[in-house]
């Protein structure tokens, strides 16, 4: 009789794949190799979309720094390059949160910003 080599650590592996693969449809979540290629695949999305989420905020926030500071009378990139020659260190993240809440602390970084680009 063959030996049994790995039984529970592979039995192990396997009920770690399919309780990960619960919630799915079908097979994928009842078999183990559609469930593990469904598995592999979603663990695949989730660190590529822990990257695109950085870029996703950061456009969002772009976006919200150029519509406030064109109520100021400038463009993005006037501004942005503005507080750069003002040696002004501020985070776009913050800025955005400024545009949208504090609107006379972004009017006083608008007149530094055109002070400085003037």
Same mark, same amino acid.
């Given at each position: 009789?063959?030996?049994?080599? !790995? =039984?529970?650590? !592979?039995?192990?592996?396997? #009920? #770690? =794949?399919?309780?990960?693969?619960?919630?799915?449809? !079908?097979?994928?979540?009842?078999?183990?190799?559609?469930?593990?290629?469904?598995?592999?695949?979603?663990?695949?999305?989730?660190?590529?979309?822990?990257?695109?989420?950085?870029?996703?905020?950061? #456009?969002?926030?772009?976006?919200?720094?150029?519509? &406030?500071?064109?109520? /100021?009378?400038?463009?993005?990139?006037?501004?942005?390059?503005?507080?750069? /020659?003002?040696?002004?260190?501020?985070?776009? #993240?913050?800025?955005?949160?400024?545009?949208?809440?504090?609107?006379?602390?972004?009017?006083?970084? &608008?007149?530094?910003?055109?002070?400085?680009?003037?």
């Amino acid at each position: 009789m063959p030996r049994a080599r !790995g =039984v529970v650590p !592979g039995r192990n592996r396997r #009920k #770690k =794949v399919l309780k990960a693969s619960k919630g799915n449809f !079908g097979g994928r979540s009842r078999l183990f190799k559609s469930a593990n290629e469904t598995y592999l695949r979603s663990l695949n999305y989730a660190y590529e979309h822990r990257r695109a989420k950085k870029r996703d905020f950061r #456009k969002l926030w772009i976006v919200r720094i150029n519509a &406030a500071a064109r109520e /100021q009378g400038l463009s993005y990139s006037a501004f942005i390059n503005g507080l750069k /020659q003002a040696n002004v260190e501020i985070n776009r #993240k913050v800025l955005a949160e400024l545009a949208a809440t504090d609107t006379a602390a972004f009017k006083e970084l &608008a007149d530094v910003a055109r002070q400085a680009g003037a």
